[in-house]
């Protein structure tokens, strides 16, 4: 799921290996969002767990390490 300041909010086709950062180019920013806060929410093991997005450094090529791929039932918030 993509929600927040996002322009196609909602359910994501999640493709096998999908990245947060491809997930995000198919959602696309409102005017509004808040790129230095974005983040994944995950369940893992029933506890709610948040995942920063570093995303200026991943367009930049940075910190690809962070470009985390997706699970089912993550929800990516754009503030």
């Known amino acids: 799921?993509?929600?927040?300041?996002?322009?196609?909010?909602?359910?994501?086709?999640l493709l096998p290996?999908?990245?947060?950062?491809q997930a995000l180019a198919s959602c696309g920013f409102t005017q509004f969002a808040n790129t230095k806060?974005?983040?994944v929410l995950r369940n893992d093991n029933g506890a709610q767990k948040k995942i920063p997005v570093p995303y200026k450094?991943?367009?930049k090529g940075g910190a690809m390490d962070q470009n985390?791929?997706?699970k089912p039932g993550d929800t990516i918030v754009v503030p």
């Open 1 to 13: 799921y993509a929600m927040g300041e996002v322009l196609h909010p909602g359910t994501i086709n």
């Open 17 to 21: 290996n999908m990245t947060v950062l």
């Open 37 to 39: 806060g974005i983040y």
């Open 57 to 59: 450094k991943l367009i």
């Open 68 to 70: 985390i791929v997706l």
